[in-house]
């Protein structure tokens, strides 16, 4: 099952966050169920980056709560959330260039991982070839590799990608979305920020935009791509 339909793994309900002062998540709703992957589309500093790092446990909500599974996990830690199986990979990728691939696919390492070291190897031969150079070696796109590589390590349960194509040359593109399948298939959830809309509706169950801190639109992939007004509106972009 990978629909609306399966048992809900995240419950993201009402919840606000600040940075200081500035009210940026004004509200979000939104689930994700097993083995889904759901789009967090909207324009620039509308939000999107905050809602992953307020699930991740990176910012705590000032209002609201986050359900992951059967626990209220929206007053843990990072770790703790970590822990739990949600994993972010951040826009900036956190790959360390003076590690080699190799070393910095183990500091993801967990023994109840079903990705260990050749699993991943297996996903990204990419990365198999490269596991004796240095992370600041890496091409973007391996880098972009190596982060998710690293994650699969940990455990997820939700995999959060911010941005993971962004920079990244048309034919790496197709690469890590054919990679994005395979780890999909495996049953991971998925939350995937983008701004490629061609990549978005080739991945997606559904969608939800958000603008000024809530979310302001939810629908399957099927009705977003019927919906030319939509992206129009929120998006600023008609598709191809
Ligand atoms: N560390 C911070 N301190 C203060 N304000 C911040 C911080 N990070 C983001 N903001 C502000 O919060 C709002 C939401 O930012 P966020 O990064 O979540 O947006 P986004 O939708 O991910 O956009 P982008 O695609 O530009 O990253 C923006 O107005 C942004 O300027």
């Known amino acids: 099952m990978n629909g609306a339909s399966a048992p809900t793994l995240l419950e993201v309900e009402q919840v606000h966050a600040h940075y200081g002062k500035s009210h940026v998540l004004q509200g979000v709703n939104l689930r994700v169920a097993d083995g889904e992957l759901v789009t967090l589309l909207g324009r620039n500093g509308a939000g999107k980056t905050t809602t992953l790092k307020t699930i991740a446990g990176v910012i705590q909500p000032t209002q609201g709560q986050i359900r992951f599974g059967t626990e209220i996990v929206s007053k843990l830690a990072t770790h703790q959330v970590a822990q739990r199986g949600v994993c972010l990979v951040p826009e900036h990728r956190g790959v360390f260039k003076l590690l080699t691939v190799e070393e910095n696919l ?41 982060a998710i590589g690293r994650a699969l390590m940990n455990a997820p349960r939700l995999l959060m990608l911010d941005e993971p194509v962004e920079g990244l040359a048309p034919v790496i593109v197709e690469e890590i979305v054919a990679q994005l399948k395979v780890i999909k298939a495996a049953g991971v959830s998925i ?43 929120y998006l600023g972009v008609g598709m191809a």
């Open 106 to 146: 183990m500091l993801g390492q967990r023994k109840q991982s079903k990705w260990q070291l050749d699993d991943v190897y297996q996903i990204f031969p990419r990365l198999k070839e490269r596991r004796s150079n240095g992370g600041g070696q890496l091409s973007g796109g391996e880098q972009q590799m190596l």
């Open 191 to 233: 939350i995937l920020v983008e701004q490629n809309l061609e990549v978005c509706t080739q991945l997606a169950d559904r969608h939800y935009i958000v603008e000024q801190g809530a979310i302001v639109y939810e629908g399957s992939n099927a009705d977003f791509l019927a919906d030319e007004a939509i992206k129009d509106r």
